[in-house]
């Protein structure tokens, strides 16, 4: 099967994001919990989370363009400069994908999708107690990206909390986490260990 350029602009809106969404393979399914000056919380899936730097430790996420409906994730980061990510995890799949739907400002996620939120001493953004690995980060900066409205945002890991057991000889073990990840708009995918390999030097380069 081959879609040229013309062929995926010909694609209706749903199957576009669908087929899209999941050209990059399984990505990182993450909750991002934050909270504004009222008190009202927020919590939303997302999987678009990389990587960006490990010294100082940075994280970024893409949120769509913003409007009236979306944009609650970014608009409480904005008032408080905090958040959290939260791995989601085999046992509240279900509880974690219902947080996309487009509730109004004044609707807590967690109270509606069953979730709990917890706080930790001297930060402010809500964590969420079910998941055993949460991130609190703090805003450091948000790119446009001007092609189609959306925006990078930057953090700085402030807090990493994870289980003892999640550390295998020095690396993070995600399958002991039960963490999973996603595809496309709706298709969660179970994580297995299945290699591990040395750090790379070029002196120590197998054939191959």
Not at 117 to 129: G, H, L, N, S, T
């Amino acid at each position: 099967m081959i879609y040229n350029k013309e062929a995926i602009k010909a694609f209706d809106r749903v199957t576009k994001l669908k087929i899209i969404n999941s050209v990059t393979g399984i990505k990182p399914a993450n909750l991002i919990g934050t909270i504004n000056n009222e008190r009202q919380t927020n919590l939303a899936i997302f999987s678009s989370i990389v990587h960006l730097g490990s010294s100082p430790a940075l994280l970024g996420f893409i949120t769509r363009p913003q409007t009236a409906e979306v944009g609650h994730t970014y608009a409480n980061i904005l008032e408080n400069d905090v958040y959290t990510i939260n791995h989601i995890h085999q046992n509240f799949i279900k509880n974690a994908h219902y947080t996309s739907a487009k509730f109004d400002v004044n609707t807590s996620e967690f109270k509606r999708c069953g979730l709990t939120e917890e706080y930790i001493e001297d930060f402010k953004a809500p964590f969420v107690k079910e998941s055993n690995f949460k991130i609190g980060m703090r805003f450091v900066e948000a790119i446009d990206i001007k092609h189609n409205g959306t925006k990078l945002i930057i953090g700085e890991i402030e807090q990493l909390i994870f289980p003892d057991v999640a550390i295998i000889d020095g690396d993070i073990d995600l399958e002991a986490t039960e963490s999973i990840g996603i595809s496309g708009l709706n298709s969660y995918y179970s994580l297995k260990k299945i290699a591990k390999h040395p750090y790379v030097r070029i002196d120590e380069v197998p054939e191959l």
